[in-house]
């Protein structure tokens, strides 16, 4: 199923409706819950792909909530709001890394295992492939699948340049079209890149 | 237009990539917009500080510190009685806080308490997800989406809510467990004081030594003595959640069995049985307690809220006009 990409929805900005990112940051640090909900709409589907690349994915909506809270009590150490987007995504990754490290020394979390459901167990196949792609390619792709964001969204969001977004996803999906092939599917037979996804009804 | 479908969707579809984009995109997942904790943030000025002026900001945080913890702050103490319970996705070992918009899950062995500001605790048991709402003076507010707790509250009534799935616990001077099922449906028993359970509307008022169960598409049933006979609970429940067809049936069992049928439950069940059957449950509920004066059996069978309140009071478990006030200031957050 082909995946559409609604038309970008006008939104009431505080004060004056259409407020710059600049602005929007200023208003969230000087308290303005209904900024900080906007800021949150824009980029919470960028952290949530870099986070569900790299911890489970049972973990990954509280740990969205996390950084998002310590974006807010630490934006005063943001200098520039136009790096918002990459200062939020290394905020993501260190949340990420503090939590695999806790996982390892406090709680020996059980093997996120797919349920009985085929199509779930295929997703969840699919992710583990994306997931041990470069940190790059993993990030960019994921919010390409996942999020359903686009090249120029991606771009908008994590700072990188639209080239190297496009470099990212081509590059990407070239490797995972491979690591794919590579894989053995769940009927013992190797997995061909027409056949990602074919347990779909 | 790009005519490139991995970068915008546009051009000619990528099977692959459509493929990947279906079954990749159940995993997409936007978790509500996280409660901001109440600390001050402002943005750059730090920078033009100078060290006076640091120091002068030093004295007011201590100043605003200390004044925030005599009027209670915007998270609350936690510790962990067993296992490693967790704070959002933060195992706790031994002590830490709870932030209003944060999340507290314990796994099947973990357990913790945390410190309702300054009236009471909350116990946190084994498989459970609660979160902290809302706390500032004189309101502070969970919400427990499953599990159970316990809670034990020395405040003036309506301090301390929790909200679950299926009904509102506002309580009323007390102590009391709440549990939650997977599915919405939950129970509360109360061991001391009382406590106001409501769902759009519907109200169900709890005392100690009773229970109620509560259903996530119907809210509170009825109120029940912990120490009532098995067949009259399955009887309440069987009136409260059953087949309606059945209702008369588990009625009769219920009025049939007077050693059981304690006036908490029969005032409840006078707003609750259709109108035919409304004049059994009033002459059941006179022998035990007499209406008050100014109070008729006319305005009663009509169900009059000042009438039903005024009878209510006469049991001696709490004043009915004070939640009624306290519903006014704290309307349902559903």
Redo the contacts between chains.
Sequence with gaps: ?????PAPVERDRPDEGKLRLADT??A????D?NA??LL??DY??MV?AIL?GR?P?R????????V??AA??R??E??EPAAFGGWLATIARN?ATD?LR??RE??ALPVELPGGDP??A??MA??DI?SKLPEAYRETL?M?????M???EIAERSGLTPASV?VN??RG?KL??ENLQAVPDHHGGERT??S???N?S | MNN?Y????SGT?D????????????????????Q??E?????????YLTPMLAAAAAIIVMIGVAWQSTRGSASWEVASIAG?P?I????L?GTGRI?V???LVTDAVSRARMQVSSIGSVTIEPGTRVRLVETRDAHHQLALDRGTLHAVISAPPGQFVVDTPSARATDLGCAYMLHVDEDGSGMLSVTSGWVAFEFNGREAFVPAGASCRTHPQLGPGTPRYDDARQEYREALDEFDFGDPARRPDALRVILGDRSNADAVTLWHLISRVDAADRAAIVNALVDQLPMPAGVTREAVLRLDRLALDRWWSELGLGDADWWRKWKAEYPAAR
């Design positions: 199923m082909p995946l559409t990409f940051i200023r969230v640090a000087e308290g819950r900080f909900a949150y709409a919470v589907r949530h569900l911890v994915r973990d990954v909506d509280d740990l969205v909530q996390d998002f809270i807010y009590t934006l005063r943001l200098r949340r939590y806790q996982s406090h709680v199509i779930e295929e997703t699919v992710l994306v994921l390409r699948l996942v999020e359903g686009t090249g120029a496009r996803l081509h999906m995972l079209r890149s027409s990602v996804g074919q779909q | 490139d991995l970068w915008d969707g579809p099977p692959d990539v459509q493929r990947l984009e279906a079954l990749l995109g159940r995993l997409r997942s936007i978790p509500p917009v996280p901001l904790p600390t001050p943030v402002r943005w750059r000025s730090v920078r490693q967790r959002g996705s933060t195992a070992a932030a918009g944060q999340t």
